[in-house]
């Protein structure tokens, strides 16, 4: 029997990670699977933060022009009666609205997800009062100018894109895949069919059966890094984060070494998958480092430390204790460039 | 630094502040995890209802 042809719209380059965030090698199980990335088109100004532990997948396509694609499409329609696609495209520009109409065109049913694995503010207003969040809009304002500038130009374009296009042109999808009870309401009105889903780390969780010990004893603590160092996802915002090679990790560092000599207990790393993987952290007082393990670390550890990562569900699941931390005496200065 | 203390507000654990911390508030012994926070922000955010497939189960199920 003819296997439905899946077709998986990917904003970036795509990573050895995302194919396995993303379940691909799964999904091949059922459908022939073709990943269609639009990095050149898109983005490509992130070129730059988006080249590391790239896949080679001979299902990858990469289009330079949406005519190409345009035409790509239309060859496997003739050649194909069963079209469907995952939609990972942001609708925040002219090119990937476009992308997302030729579908709508085509009739080919389209999937898309929301996941976030983290809360935003708007859907738990209750945790800062009035008075802390006119403070921390101030601030940021002062000390994050370009950021909130950035940011708030994406957000205009979401609006305008999403919000207002909506009205005239229909650019929902056929389903959308939530995963968490919070985000229900923002999809409720939407007249979208909603699909229940999870985020993309408790489906790791469901799917593994056997989690691996990578660590003898348990005698440890994870510490969930974020991107870096020298890399940031402050560099989407046309930003730089000063001084945070040396104090940020040095601060980080005489933490690690505290919690070390309190607890009796080694801390170990889970780099983040934009960090270049490093079996040794020189910035991290020679700590061992560990790529793509955040689910393994957890399971065993006797804490963990983070900032906000995502892999912090982990944690929730197997009920390990939480340090967050903050800082005060580095003021998170992001510079304009 | 707001959303380091929205989700320690949110979950429970110990919020530090790297920079200026005494060594009884990271110890571990001293740190209890909120069982009642953690379902819920497991039911809030992390998966829907009672699923118990991987996203990839549901995908095909759906086409």
Redesign the interface.
Known sequence: MDR?L?IILYPFNIRKFDIER??II??QN??RVEIHHFHNILYPNFKNFYYKNLSKKNNIISFNSIGHWKNYILKKKDKNKKI?A?NFLFKDNISSINILLFLKKCKI?R?DIFN????I?SV?KK??NVYENYF?KIK?FFFSTKYVFENSKILIKKFFFWNFLNLFINLKPD?I???????LDLFKKSKIYI??????????Y??IKNIKKIIKDSNY?VFLAAAGPNFSDYLFWKTKMVDLYEEYYS??D??FT??EK??K?KIVIALHPKSKKEKYLSYLGNRKGYYDRSLELVKNC??VV???STS??YA??F????????????K?KIQQK | MKYSIFLQRLIGGKLININDYSLDQIDINQNKISIKNYNRYIKNYIKFGKNSDPNYKIINSLL
């Open positions: 439905r899946l993303y379940e799964q999904l059922y459908f469907s995952i049913t999937i976030p694995g983290l809360p503010y738990e945790i800062f921390y940021n389903f895949l939530v995963a968490g009870k919070k985000y699909v229940n889903g999870n985020t993309t780390d408790y489906s790791k469901l799917r603590g601060s980080l005489r933490f505290d919690l309190i607890n207990i006797k804490f983070t900032f906000a912090l569900s929730l699941l009920k390990k204790p939480f340090f967050f931390y903050i800082q005060t005496i580095l998170i």
